[in-house]
Nanobody, 115 residues
Framework: QVQLVESGGGLVQPGGSLRLSCAAS????????FGWYRQAPGRERELVAR???????NYADFVQGRFTVSRDNAKNTVYLQMNSLRPEDTAVYYC?????????WGQGTLVTVSS
């Protein structure tokens, strides 16, 4: 059974940093593409960053060089390092894995950026 478990969310002040983790099990971790998405209250879920099995990354325009997605195949974990956080980054962040027609989501972790 595929399981994605996010962690690392919390309350941070504007300008601060957080690192989110997504621990995966039940999959061939080195395969597929991992994505980080977020959903703020009253808004649709949107892509934040994505990393392929080959390590290619892409980011949403609003990231503007502040976030970095990475994967550690030895630890079956994907990370999202978020720097220079802004109040508008407040959202539930979700880990997503996709391989062919199969897709799975984690339960999400809440990030709140506030002073």
């Amino acid at each position: 059974q595929v399981q994605l478990v996010e962690s690392g969310g919390g309350l941070v002040q504007p300008g601060g940093s957080l690192r989110l983790s997504c621990a995966a099990s039940g999959i061939i971790f080195s395969s597929g593409t991992f994505g980080w998405y977020r959903q703020a209250p009253g808004r649709e879920r949107e892509l934040v960053a994505r990393i392929t099995s080959g390590g290619t990354t892409n980011y949403a325009d609003f990231v503007q060089g502040r976030f970095t997605v990475s994967r550690d195949n030895a630890k079956n974990t994907v990370y999202l390092q978020m720097n220079s956080l802004r109040p508008e980054d407040t959202a539930v962040y979700y880990c997503n894995w996709r391989a062919g027609y199969v897709e799975r989501w984690g339960q999400g972790t809440l990030v709140t950026v506030s002073s």
